[in-house]
């Protein structure tokens, strides 16, 4: 029984994220025309993908070489233990 309450827990959870995203996009897409920026990291093993404009780039490249940094370093020591 609590694995049901988890599946309806996680899929109302996707909902609302989906809805959230769905009403910011008709904000800005009518807002008061002000910019948006952002950035993101997808991370293909130590391989980072950066991609975004202004301070939200900035922050996921430092984010993309610690991870990056953090998966050699666990990769390393995996191969030792």
Avoid: C
């Avoid at 609590?2 to 827990?9: S, T």
């Avoid at 025309?33 to 130590?46: A, Q």
């Avoid at 780039?57 to 666990?74: E, K, N, R, S």
């Amino acid at each position: 029984m609590r694995g049901e309450h988890l599946i309806i827990a996680g899929t109302l959870l996707i909902f609302i994220g989906f809805l959230l995203i769905f009403i910011g996009t008709l904000l800005s897409a009518y807002g008061s025309g002000s910019e948006v920026e952002g950035g993101g990291v997808i991370m293909i093993g130590p391989i980072p993908i950066v991609f975004g404009t202004g301070r939200g780039a900035t922050l996921a490249i430092v984010l993309a070489i610690v991870l990056m940094i953090l998966w050699i370093i666990g990769a390393l020591l995996m191969r030792r233990g």
